[in-house]
């Protein structure tokens, strides 16, 4: 089952996020880490901990990584930098909304999805979520 690796520059946003991706999954859904913030309460992204998280969630079909914005994906690319040949290639950084992108994340990758069609899932709940407020 693709993983799935979240990098935020805030440990409790992403905690909450994964809690709330959870909560729309059955039991057995995807590897879901976490890698935020620098502490419980000090804000920032570290790649090596980025690194150990994608290390964690990678199996056979590879990992998602979805970001919040600006340094996350800097510290999340060097990440992958960080990577062996091998895992590096199977690592997809995707530019999904970090919330709505990681609900479509888990729920396709539940499924059994690959990590292209779990990103490309992913990245759909933004046009999901512009044609509810535009009303198409």
């Known amino acids: 089952m693709t993983g799935i690796v979240v990098v935020s520059h805030s440990r409790p946003l992403a905690t909450a996020a994964v809690d709330l991706a959870s909560q729309m999954l059955r039991s057995g859904g ?5 890698a935020a913030g620098l502490s419980d309460t000090e804000l920032g992204t570290d790649a090596a901990a980025i690194q150990t998280a994608i290390e964690a969630a990678m199996d056979d079909q590879g990992v998602v990584v979805l970001m919040d914005l600006g340094s996350a994906i800097m510290s999340a690319e060097m ?43 992913a990245e759909l709940a933004a046009e999901a979520k512009r044609m509810q407020v535009t009303g198409g």
């Open 30 to 34: 995807p590897r879901i880490e976490v």
């Open 79 to 121: 990440a992958v930098e960080m990577l062996d040949e091998d895992d590096a290639a199977r690592v997809r950084l995707s530019w999904a909304p970090l919330v709505e992108g990681l609900i479509g994340a888990a729920v396709t990758a539940a499924g059994g999805a690959d990590r292209e069609e779990v990103a490309t899932q």
